[in-house]
């Protein structure tokens, strides 16, 4: 894997993560394939598509008691042949500071006209 392709997915991630903390859902849809996938993590509810995920986390935000979602990258594995890469990681959600969820998730990315999107996730609760 080339280092270029390790740290363009760890900054959109981090993009991700501060769409989240900041609720911005314009910054959100950019880093989404038009058909991501996303598997949540406690009931394996499957969301489908990039408008169906922007609506859930429109839903989100709104929550009086709002968690706020950080996915933290433990390792990223580019393949050689294709434009797309697998990301490992762990994540939580917080709510006012504190911990409410947390477990490991990967993702596969994209490349596409020189951005990184996701194109699916899944999420697992282990604590």
């Known amino acids: 894997m ?3 392709a390790d740290l363009a997915i760890r900054l959109r991630r981090a993009a ?5 903390a900041d609720a911005d859902l314009a910054a ?5 394939a038009m058909d991501v996938v996303m598997v949540t993590g406690t009931d394996s509810a499957v969301i489908a598509g990039r408008k169906a995920q922007i609506m859930a986390w429109k839903r989100e ?3 009086k008691a709002r968690m706020i979602y950080t996915r933290t990258p ?4 580019a393949s050689p042949v294709e434009p797309i890469a697998m990301e490992h990681g762990v994540w939580q959600g917080v ?7 947390s477990g490991s998730y990967s993702a596969k990315w994209r490349e596409i006209g020189g ?3 996701i ?5 697992v609760t282990l604590g």
């Not at 991700?16 to 989240?20: D, E």
């Not at 433990?74 to 594995?77: M, T």
């Not at 709510?95 to 969820?101: H, K």
């Open 28 to 32: 959100i849809g950019p880093l989404l």
């Open 2 to 4: 080339t280092a270029t």
């Open 74 to 77: 433990e390792r990223i594995v």
């Open 119 to 123: 194109e699916a996730e899944i999420y």
């Open 95 to 101: 709510v006012d500071g504190v911990r409410q969820a």
């Open 16 to 20: 991700f993560n501060r769409a989240l």
């Open 61 to 63: 935000f709104a929550a």
């Open 115 to 117: 951005d990184w999107v």
